[in-house]
Antibody, heavy 121, light 107 residues
Framework: QVQLVQSGAEVKKPGASVKVSCMASGYTFSNYYIQWVRHAPGQGLEWMGIINPSGGGTSYAQKFQGRVTITRETSTNTVYMEVNSLTSEDTAVYFCARVYCDADCNPDGHWGQGTLVTVSS | DIQMTQSPSSLSASVGDRVTITCRAS??????LAWYQQKPGKVPKLLIY???ILQSGVPSRFSGSGSGTDFTLTISSLQPEDVAVYYCQKYNLAPWTFGQGTKVEIK
């Protein structure tokens, strides 16, 4: 069955970086894009960016451009999302989610379990 | 960037009531709109995609409509398990922005 398994919770100091992984299984990795979404305490869902695992092409929300990098490792069917220069505002649960794209793209309902990133001095 | 505005931000209704949530895009997005349900501490659940297609396994009391700039999520008969925050997301072009969310409670 389709699974997206994310790495474990992280605690980081302000100014540090964090790299969250999302390991895919149960389907052909290159056939589905992966989007990243975060949910900060008391806030709504926030879209961060998306990657095409086939060619590695990415697109980011303007807010995160230059501070967030999404990459993939095809040998391990894993997508990574790295956030640099962390502040307390980055404390959130980070999710990866699968997207099916052919002529058009549509989310297909498969999400990772979420990774809590806490930024605290 | 296209902004997504949901209304209301919260609502309280009785079990069995018909509930309607609206999502408005600042520019036309065709029918590239999804609706999600998120319960506290849980992973968001996809309810509707392409504005009106019900995701497999989602109860038929949920429905979506609209195209262009104005979209609606309807719960035909509110159930206690529907207490959650509901979000729309547009995905015609990046960024795939979410609405700010609508909190649904039972009266």
């Amino acid at each position: 069955q389709v699974q997206l398994v994310q790495s474990g919770a992280e605690v980081k100091k302000p100014g540090a970086s964090v790299k969250v992984s999302c390991m895919a299984s149960g389907y052909t990795f290159s056939n589905y894009y992966i989007q990243w979404v975060r949910h900060a305490p008391g806030q709504g869902l926030e879209w961060m960016g998306i990657i095409n695992p086939s060619g590695g092409g990415t697109s980011y929300a303007q807010k995160f451009q230059g501070r967030v990098t999404i990459t993939r490792e095809t040998s391990t069917n894993t997508v990574y999302m790295e956030v640099n220069s962390l502040t307390s505002e980055d404390t959130a649960v980070y999710f990866c989610a699968r997207v099916y794209c052919d002529a058009d793209c549509n989310p297909d309902g498969h999400w990772g379990q979420g990774t809590l990133v806490t930024v605290s001095s | 960037d296209i902004q997504m505005t949901q209304s209301p931000s919260s609502l309280s209704a009785s079990v069995g009531d018909r509930v309607t949530i609206t999502c408005r895009a600042s520019q036309g997005i065709g029918n590239y709109l999804a609706w999600y349900q998120q319960k506290p501490g849980k992973v968001p659940k996809l309810l509707i995609y392409t504005a009106s297609i019900l995701q497999s396994g989602v109860p038929s009391r949920f429905s979506g409509s609209g195209s262009g700039t104005d979209f609606t999520l309807t719960i035909s008969s509110l159930q206690p398990e529907d207490v959650a925050v509901y979000y729309c997301q547009k995905y015609n072009l990046a960024p795939w922005t979410f609405g700010q969310g609508t909190k649904v409670e039972i009266k």
